[in-house]
């Protein structure tokens, strides 16, 4: 039995146990045999009658019990997509394209062809494809072009409880499209709404009482135990009971621990291994696997591996684990009850990534994750009462902002996305569950601020926000690539936005912080650290993206070679608008005005004290200590984005002059200066 930080047994699921799980394997006649065995599998003829009687179906059923992955061949095979395409989608590009790999594997087909995937800066379908995973947005995306949607004869919402604002959105796009195409006579929209929660009286609603089909489980008991008392440090806490389990449960007793994202889950590796090593001999060898979005694509298949005969694997996910993903052999769950979402408070416009308390349907999902082989344990690292104040279902993304939750997902993009959908009354929308007005309210504001929208009889797009709608981007973002034009610098702001919008192409190894930092140092630019991006952009491309120069520079080359992909994409659409691609050379003032006409919301102004305030809230931030601003402290910066950690932090700052704040939004700053 465990010792060490005490646990409370609480109390043991239901026992709905089957026969034992086979043990996946990747040879194909296993895989068919494992196949056969999944929940889904006996429903297989009623789903597809459903679908072809009633045209919208939902379905819910545990993670693990093969929707993702079965339901869209069940309707292939059954011939319900009548020659075109399937689509299907996931809240994360990750899911999508694991999935995409493994169902191209069980069909026998080059991924690409019969099976595809389709995520942003990245779209591996032809015209041979039929089942085509892909992210909420890329619909919604595909949906601005043709909103009937006549691509498509399915259409799989995936991960419904999610509530991401894209499923969201996405519900009520779908659904219009359903409608309209049966009022033109057009061939029907078949749509499969699936869930791995039970609450779902409501997508059953929405979608004008849709019949719910239920898949038997098939989950074993997990025991739970919550911790004794409140963890001020729930890394630590993880740690340690990972050591513990580690000591004494039997080999090939696999564990998952869930983390909140990329850091967390690296230095966590790395005790791990620690632990690994340092009980060498006395405990099963560790085989750590991290599994987050950002990881590369080979790594995160790791985890599907089966362990090896004596060893342990150790699993340390982001809340992709929770549903998106199925791991085989897992006996341990640890999970400390938190999870990272972005954030946004519609008052002061601001959108950040959190740590916050997981609801707790999110707690149950992941104690579910222990019990799919056999029975297992999960480890709550946080007290009884602490998970009974725990909310009961995640907040829909879309209405975080109401209420006294106070945050929520910025909407300005999906606000945009929606306009250019040619749906401008978005207080009447058919949202399954309405933002506040007064969250829409401040989107609307700030699309306007851009220039994207204009208040006639009614509110509409302008032909800026025409072209800012076609980037799959933030509307400030889109923006600032727009007024490059103006600046005749687009050559520049290409190479910085694409930086911006994927990983960070810094390395920092936890043990050589310090020989990073002073090697990147060269590249710092006193005017910020867009300018500096930049400089490492221009210098990778005139050593040729050499390997030995990203090593000695502490860049990561991976991340580098993502961002020049996404370049070239932004290029294309940048190219569809006959947008001049003009190179400023060292013309920097042109380009952190052109990043002013994006981002003068985001502005702070130095203080007596030394200390800054954002321009648009009167809020107090501080400079990021990874910035190149941090020691120089200039009068005014602009920066891409906050983070609350003990203080508000700016991050990825730029030096600008006042006066290009004024000029680039007028009505803006002279409401702001007026004493309030
Ligand atoms: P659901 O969508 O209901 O959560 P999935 O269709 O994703 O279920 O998964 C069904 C089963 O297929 C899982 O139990 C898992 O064992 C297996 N599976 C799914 N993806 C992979 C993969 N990439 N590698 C190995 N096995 C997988
Ligand atoms: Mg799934």
Not at 214 to 223: A, D, I, K, T
Not at 327 to 355: C, E, H, Q, T, Y
């Amino acid at each position: 039995h465990m010792h060490g930080p005490p646990y409370k047994k609480m109390k043991v699921s239901k026992n709905l146990d089957r026969k034992k799980d086979v043990s996946t394997s990747f040879e194909y006649h296993k895989l068919c045999e494992a196949r056969r065995k999944l929940p889904i599998y006996p429903v297989q003829n009623r789903l597809v009658q459903e679908v072809r009687r009633l045209n919208t179906v939902i379905v819910i059923g545990e993670t693990g019990s093969g929707k993702t992955t079965q339901i869209p061949q069940f309707l292939f095979r059954a011939e319900v997509h009548r020659g075109s395409q399937i689509a299907i989608t996931q809240p994360r590009r990750v899911a999508a394209v694991t999935v995409a790999k493994r169902v191209a594997q069980e069909m026998k087909s080059e991924l690409g062809k019969l099976v595809g995937y389709c995520v942003r800066f990245e779209d591996v379908t032809s015209e041979s494809t039929r089942i085509k995973y892909m992210t909420d947005g890329m619909l919604l995306r595909e949906a601005i072009i043709d909103p009937l949607m006549r691509r498509y004869s399915v259409v799989i919402l995936d991960e419904a409880h999610e509530r991401t604002i894209h499923t969201d959105v996405l519900f009520g796009v779908v659904k219009a499209a359903q409608r309209q195409r049966a009022k033109k006579g057009l061939k029907p929209l078949k749509i499969v709404v699936m869930s791995a929660t039970m609450d779902v009286d409501h997508f059953s609603e929405y979608f004008n009482s849709a019949p719910v089909l239920y898949l038997e489980g098939r989950q074993f008991p997990v025991n739970v135990y919550y911790s004794c008392c409140t963890q001020s440090d729930y890394q630590f806490a993880a740690l340690v009971t990972l050591g513990q389990i580690h000591k004494q449960a039997p080999p090939n007793h696999d564990v998952l621990m869930f983390l909140t994202g990329q850091d967390e889950i690296e230095s966590m590796v790395r005790f791990v291994r620690d632990i690994g090593r340092s009980l060498e001999g006395q405990a099963p060898p560790i085989i750590a696997c991290p599994l987050y979005a950002a990881l590369p694509p080979q790594v995160q298949l790791r985890v599907f591996n089966r362990t090896p005969p004596g060893a342990r694997k150790v699993v340390i996910a982001t809340n992709i684990a929770e549903t998106s993903v199925t791991i085989p052999g897992i006996k341990f769950v640890i999970d400390p009850g938190m999870v990272k979402a972005r954030v946004f408070n519609p008052r002061s416009g601001l959108d950040l990534l959190k740590v916050v308390r997981i609801s707790k349907a999110q707690a149950l999902q992941r104690t579910g994750r222990a019990g799919r082989e056999s029975s297992g344990s999960c480890y709550r690292l946080y007290t009884e009462q602490e998970f009974d104040s725990f909310k009961l279902n995640t907040v829909p993304e879309i209405q975080k902002g109401d209420l006294n939750i106070k945050r929520m997902c910025s909407l300005s993009s999906v606000v945009l996305q929606l306009m250019a959908l040619g749906i401008s009354d978005l207080i009447h929308f058919d949202f399954m569950d309405r933002p506040s007005k007064e969250s829409i309210i401040t989107a609307v504001d700030e699309l306007h601020l851009l220039g994207a929208v204009e208040k006639r009889e009614k509110i509409q797009l302008t032909a800026l926000g025409k072209q800012m709608a076609a980037f799959p981007l933030e509307p400030r973002l889109s923006k600032v690539i727009l007024v490059a034009k103006e600046f005749s610098c687009l050559e520049e702001i290409m190479s910085i936005v694409s930086l911006l919008s994927g990983e960070s192409v810094f390395y920092t190894p936890h043990k050589a912080r310090e020989e990073a930092l002073a090697a990147r140092r060269k590249f710092m630019s006193t005017e910020g650290d867009h300018i500096s991006l930049l400089n490492i952009y221009k210098t990778y491309k005139s050593v040729g993206g050499n390997k030995n120069w990203c090593m000695e520079n502490y860049i990561h080359q991976r991340n580098m070679k993502t961002a020049l992909d996404v370049r070239n994409q932004l290029r294309e659409i940048c190219d569809r608008q006959n947008l001049p691609f003009k190179s400023c050379r060292d013309d920097t003032v042109a380009i952190r005005k052109c990043l002013t006409a994006g981002f003068f919301m985001n502005a702070a102004e130095l203080q007596r004290e030394g200390t800054y305030i954002c321009l648009s809230t009167r809020r107090p931030v501080s400079i990021h200590p990874s910035s190149s601003l941090f020691r120089s402290k200039p009068g005014y910066v602009l920066y891409n984005e906050l983070i609350q950690t003990s203080k508000c932090y700016m991050r990825d700052l730029c030096v600008v002059d006042p006066d290009w704040l004024y000029e680039a939004a007028p009505s803006h700053f002279k409401r702001k200066k007026l004493p309030t």
